[in-house]
């Protein structure tokens, strides 16, 4: 959090409740401006394999990336949340960040180069 006050932690789950949510490693492929978002963000395309394929986000993510940096970088995302309609743009996945000093996005990504479509356990 921006004040520097963390946040609680959650109430105590079980193993089966964490792989309820199907958190994938892929590839950014693609980032556009997307510049009819409420909040400033990004049009990202994700490659996550053969099996899940290339699926799309919104990602609030403007002040710690540029356009440039983006594509090729691999991300953490959930990828069984329903669609979402994001003005004329559906957003398939949830791409992973935690906040910095400031309550800004710095994507979760792999130390090493991993296969797109790996599951986190």
Known sequence: ???GQAEAVA???G???FRKVDIRVGTIVAA???PEARRPAYKLSVDFGPAIGVKRSSAQITKRYKL???VGRQVA???N???KQIGKFMSEVLVLGFPDESGEVV???PSLSVPNGGRLY
């Open 1 to 3: 959090m921006a004040d």
């Open 68 to 70: 440039d940096e983006l």
């Open 11 to 13: 109430a105590e789950i």
């Open 77 to 79: 995302a959930v990828v």
């Open 32 to 34: 556009e401006p997307f």
């Open 15 to 17: 193993y089966d409740d």
């Open 107 to 109: 994507l979760i990504q």
């Open 81 to 83: 949340f329903p669609k």
